[in-house]
């Protein structure tokens, strides 16, 4: 659908039922799931779906291993669950991914197998493989890039992975297949509100289409907020408005940072777990579309930058760590590229946010007095789950009508087809699933910008299918590159823009080709 089309439906709609603000995991879950029940829904995302937090995870689907640690059950029942849900809606984007974890004392083999056999147990028939022991041979095997030095054991057990930015994509494409209206680059600058019978309530927000520069109303019976770690910002526009104080907070962020070097580090389709480090943190080596990524760490922030940078600190625990566990140590020289996520971490009441780890990674759904519903926290595994929960509290709150029951759990999204290459193999048509023909019948089929990882046509494809409008959009989003190699990024970006722009008839006013420079550099730099 073109843009054009997408703007005109949004005017075309005097009251929706729902408007989503935010288009990471979360809200495009929402969306999805509203617009499957029947709801006229509008999901506005100020730049690029999922150019926040949703594009920067670890690429893990998991229940979440060293939560069983944090006593979080309940948490890690619902996304091993989960984990298989998402595996059989998008296979083509996610697949099973094996985990080594060395063990170097006598102790830790036995302590974490029977930890992991509980993991099996919570899992269930839904359990992608046995955790198994492995003897010291074996676990050298699987992965040849693990150094053996003080090796005695490991054990091996299973978790999944996937393609974080592409999904969401897949979410937000499946939710225009289903009536709703989402659209990238469209900032909401602030909420309507109006006269109730309990005082001022939220009737919709202000917004602005970043292209054309024009500003638009769009009224709804229920504004859901799902900005993420910025979720705050908008809880205090509705507290403003409304005339009353702001709440707390009710995010405390913390950044992950992530190192991609190439494969042979690893050498292997297995990933490595390193479940507590000299110093007491997490260390994962996954093997991801061709590379291996290294990561990650847990450092609390006060400041919410669009594009965070790691700090040197962090960069140095990484790479220290790894060339203790690696066969080859990484240097910074082999670092391909380098990025941040920030995590929306659920702040308790009167939490100082000191202690990022011991925070909650479940998800929190508040409304307001004057009716905005907010939901931060959890994770992409338990996406779906979440939108069924920001439903429910929807309904319960009497901003909708009773609704049909959930039936996300057995809908595939755009493109689903099982078969394919797993995640950890290199980019390529194969990750386009169902759609790779019509990929391929594009104009520059066989032009291949990065030799079997990005052609021409899935530059076409992206603009004319994908809602991108910027040289980042392709790619950061559309194309991994940017996260890949951000080198061979910034030496691509004339020949994206100049598809772009031909697909576009003219330069676009978000192309930004020189900032797109600019970020690939900072992705090359390395604190």
Known sequence: MQRSELLQRLRGVERHDLIVVGGGATGLGLALDAAQRGLRVALLEAEDFAKGTSSRAT??????????????IGLVREALHERSTVLANAPHLASSLPFVMPARHWWEAPFYGIGLKTYDLLAGRRSLGPTEWLGRERAAALLPGLSTEGLRAGVRYWDAQFDDARLALALARSSLRLGATVLNHCAVEGLLHEDGPAGLRVAGVRARERESGEAFELRAACVVNATGVWV????????????????????????GVHLVVDADFLQSDHALLVPRTDDGRVLFAVPWLGATLLGTTDTPRRDLPLEPEALHEEVEFILGESAKYLRRAPQRADVRSVWVGMRPLVRPDKEDGADTGALSREHSVRVSRSGLVTVTGGKWTTYRPMAEDVLARCVAAGLLPPLPPCATAHLTLVGAQAGGPPVS??????????????VQALPGAGRWLWSGRLSEAMVRFAVRHELARSVEDVLARRSRMLFLDAAQAEAQADAVAAIVCDELGGAPPLLGLDAFKALARRYRHIP
């Not at 690429?59 to 979080?72: I, S, W």
């Not at 205090?236 to 962020?253: F, L, N, S, T, Y």
């Not at 193999?425 to 019509?438: K, N, V």
């Open 59 to 72: 690429k893990l689907l998991h229940g979440g291993v060293r939560y069983l640690g944090q006593g979080q």
């Open 232 to 255: 705050d910002a908008l809880r205090e526009q509705d507290a403003q408005g409304a005339g009353r104080a702001p709440g707390a907070p009710m995010v405390q962020p913390s950044q």
């Open 425 to 438: 193999a290199a980019p390529g048509l194969h990750g386009y699933g169902s759609e790779a023909e019509t």
